[in-house]
């Protein structure tokens, strides 16, 4: 199984500024993948981090407010910018190996205060 | 994906087999179900997956019913790190085509293991 490690584990941020959430994949995948957990509810799908190019963004969520970098196959970065106190969440990442069993494991997320 | 149903919450005695239902009655052929579950503070991590036989591991065993329209998981002798919520997806495999986008997650099922 994949081991996923993200940096930083917390942070307390102002309103209107930016922090970058770092995600070290153990092993290779194919798919890489970004979350967010509001307080009280379910993960929502932000995007899918695509090595090389740019991230394929679920509805409501754009590339100016979360961009997302992957420069290879282990690593990837969101960026939450200009936050407010409603992205205020956990940010999780996710890999897995498509093909093959479609198990995705999950990093331990990030958990950002905005004040 | 398909729709999936789930209580919201349960309890179980520790040492007691948990059984979680889920409901997902528009369930296609080429779609698998998926068990995973969040500990608080944690990452969702993998349970286990099946297609429509009786599925086993070292975790839970997964019961689907003959017409695929509902299944079980079955945690056989809870303890009290089983306290999470459940998430049961329902997503095309990757032998179908599928498996290339990230998960869906619906509410879950707190289950909440007593001592």
């Known amino acids: 199984s994949a081991v996923i490690s993200q940096k930083p584990s917390r942070d307390i941020c102002q309103r209107g500024t930016s922090l970058t959430i770092q995600c070290q994949v153990d092993s290779q995948v194919t798919m890489m993948f970004w979350y967010r957990q509001q307080p009280g509810q379910s993960l929502t799908l932000i995007a899918t981090a695509n090595q090389g190019s740019e991230a394929t963004y679920e509805s409501g969520f754009v590339i100016d407010k979360f961009p997302i970098s992957r420069p290879n196959l282990t690593f990837s970065t969101l960026t939450v910018s200009n936050m407010s106190p409603e992205d205020s969440s956990i940010y999780l990442c996710s890999g897995g190996r498509t093909g093959v069993t479609d198990t995705q494991y999950f990093g331990p997320g990030t958990r950002l205060t905005v004040l | 994906d398909a729709k999936t149903t789930q209580p919201t919450s349960m309890d179980c005695a520790e040492g007691r087999a948990a059984n979680l239902p889920c409901n997902h009655s528009?369930?296609?052929?080429?779609?698998?179900v998926y068990w995973y579950r969040q500990i608080h503070s944690q990452g969702p991590q993998y349970i286990i997956h099946g297609l429509k036989n009786n599925e086993t591991n070292e975790m839970a065993s997964l019961i689907i019913t003959e017409d695929r329209k509902s299944s079980t998981l079955i945690l056989p002798h809870a303890t009290l790190r089983d306290t999470a919520v459940y998430y049961c997806?329902?997503?095309?495999?990757?032998?179908?085509?599928?498996?290339?986008?990230?998960?869906?997650f619906g509410k879950g099922t707190h289950l909440i293991i007593q001592p």
């Open positions: 528009t369930i296609s052929g080429n779609e698998y």
């Open positions: 997806i329902v997503r095309v495999g990757p032998w179908s085509g599928g498996g290339a986008d990230g998960l869906t």
